[in-house]
């Protein structure tokens, strides 16, 4: 019982790290299961919910849903691009995107500024209205 216990504070402590340093940058948290919210198939993990300044690590799975980053100054980074796939359409509104490690295996629509996605397998098409963007 006393396990259990210690474990349960262990665990919110660290999520209340994970919340307070999300905002700073440097700071990422990893996403291990099915986390936030967002469109998700049954039994694929959600996408996380994503702040300014923030590192992403996705696990090994398919991701299967659109994703939409608002967000600036967001770093997605995947196992590898047969091991971590979104299945479906990532949009770009944020500046300063940075996504690599994982397949794309729908289309990619950027209307910010600055976006990296060389890192990143796109399967569709590329659509770019900002400026200074890499793919």
Not at 10 to 25: E, F, H, P, S
Not at 30 to 47: M, N, T, W
Not at 116 to 129: E, F, H, Y
């Amino acid at each position: 019982m006393k396990a259990t216990k210690y474990a349960c504070v262990a665990a919110i402590i660290t999520i209340l790290l994970a919340l307070l340093l999300g905002g700073c940058a440097g700071a990422y948290v990893a996403v291990r299961g099915p986390a936030s919210r967002g469109p998700s198939a049954k039994g694929s993990p959600r996408f996380p919910l994503i702040g300014n300044n923030a590192t992403v690590r996705l696990q090994t799975a398919d991701y299967i849903g659109d994703l939409t980053i608002s967000a600036n100054n967001v770093t997605i980074i995947g196992r590898g691009p047969e091991l971590t796939r979104i299945r479906g359409n990532v949009t770009i509104t944020g500046n300063k995107c940075t996504m690599r490690q994982l397949t794309i295996a729908g289309s990619a629509f950027i209307s910010g500024n600055n976006a990296d996605l060389r890192g990143a397998r796109i399967q569709g098409v590329v659509r770019s209205t900002g400026n200074n963007n890499h793919w």
